[in-house]
């Protein structure tokens, strides 16, 4: 095959739901399969996708490259689709995701109408049936870019497009150090970003994930929201003023807890206080020495 368009990368970990996502997106990329690239990176160290793979290529006529790079740290998967990337456009998707029809090409057109670097694409949460109403109604899960004075200063991997040679051009690399800890992903568009790229957003190249029962509740939402603290604190140190940003992470940390209390009778808006009050409280644990948590 000649160089392709894209390369879709997709890490896998003991998830047996990668077959319905190699399902899907054989179907719904929007781009015609001979421009396309679909590399696999089974990050186990026994090699569990290896079969999966070989029979979802052969059920769904779809050429995937299969890459073992083991074990137990998502950075080295990561690493391993970006040295096996053949496309000018690397995506990568998560493997328990679903993607809507048409969902890379409309990532691509936005990327070459707008001259972005890195376009994201929204994940929205599928609840299981026994989920607490509270939660469905806040939708916690659901993943949207964030923005700092009107601009995406960052971007996640679970649906996302970016320039192949922006990452070469800088020598960029998912940190081995986070593979195990989480936000590597966060680290790596920020870097990329402080080269001089630019994230933009597309809202119609949509991805649905499943949310499994054990994250469907206030304890693995609070612990996600730390360790987003913690990531977000390791790039505050970065800009220095050390000292200020710890009290101005407390104060925001003491407001948001305070307001859960006031809005408890309000169960979608105290939570929220509730996770807010803990992903501020991340940022005071990183800035003040305290060891990253491991959320895998």
């Known amino acids: 095959m000649s160089a392709p368009d894209v390369t879709l990368c997709i ?30 990176a089974d990050n186990t160290q026994e090699g569990r996708a290896r079969d999966l793979v070989a029979l979802a290529s052969e059920e769904f006529r779809i050429a995937l490259d299969y890459v073992h790079a083991p074990a137990n740290n998502i950075s080295i998967a990561r690493n391993a689709c970006l040295d096996a990337a053949k496309g000018r456009w690397i995506a990568f998707l998560d493997d328990d995701e679903l993607p809507a029809p048409g969902w890379l090409k409309a990532l691509m057109q936005t990327a070459e109408r707008e001259g972005f670097d890195v376009v994201l694409g929204p994940v929205t949460a599928v609840y299981p049936d026994t989920s607490p109403r509270w939660l469905v109604a806040g939708d916690f899960h659901s993943t949207r870019p964030v923005r700092v004075r009107g601009e995406i200063v960052t971007a996640y991997t679970g649906n996302v497009l970016f320039r192949r040679d922006a ?130």
């Open 167 to 296: 990452v070469e051009k800088n020598g960029l690399r998912f940190r081995l150090e986070l593979g195990a800890t989480g936000g590597e992903d966060e680290d790596f568009f920020y870097r990329l970003r402080d080269a001089g790229g630019r994230i933009g957003f597309d809202p119609r190249a949509v991805c649905y994930e499943r949310v499994p029962v054990e994250r469907a509740g206030m304890r693995w939402l609070l612990r996600r929201s730390f360790r987003a603290g913690q990531s977000h604190g390791r790039r505050l140190e970065t800009l220095g003023r050390t000292p200020f940003r710890i009290g101005l992470a407390s104060l925001k940390c003491v407001f948001c807890g305070v307001a859960a209390v006031v809005f408890l009778p309000h169960a979608v808006s105290s939570r929220r206080y509730l996770i807010r009050a803990a992903l501020h409280g991340g940022v005071v644990a990183r800035l003040s020495g305290l060891s990253e948590i491991r959320m895998y």
């Open 11 to 40: 890490c896998s970990y003991r998830r047996p739901e990668i077959v319905e996502t190699l399902a899907a997106l054989s179907r719904n990329t929007g781009l015609a399969t001979d421009r396309l690239q679909v590399v696999v």
